[in-house]
């Protein structure tokens, strides 16, 4: 599958998300510390929370757990899964491929 485009590395600082509409899909691209097990800091995730319609974008993000929390409910969900960790959410949200290329970040449409 082709990658699309979503955004430029320096748009998203270390530690944080922001939301991107990308053919027709909200997702919410986090940017995380590279960490020492090898994982690359970079994920993305469907940006509706799967209990209610709230940006996860807007959540706070759990560096060393992985996790991005919803701001309204506090249910946290992995961002390698899209699997939720806490009530009141109890079905995934979707997870997307990410490369980068260059100054590009990349989603790969599933």
Avoid: Q
């Amino acid at each position: 599958m082709t990658a699309t485009r979503v955004c430029s590395v320096a748009d998203v600082a270390e530690g944080e998300a922001r939301r991107f509409d990308v053919a027709g899909l909200r997702i919410c691209v986090v940017h995380l510390p590279d960490a020492d097990d090898g994982r690359h800091g970079w994920y993305a995730i469907g940006d509706e929370c799967s209990h209610a319609d709230f940006s996860l974008s807007e959540g706070d993000v759990w560096a060393d757990e992985c996790e991005i929390e919803c701001p309204k409910h506090g249910s946290t969900f992995s961002l390698t899964t899209g699997e939720p960790h806490t009530l009141p959410a109890t079905r995934p949200v979707a997870t997307y491929e990410l490369v980068l290329e260059g100054d590009d970040v990349m989603v790969v449409p599933t």
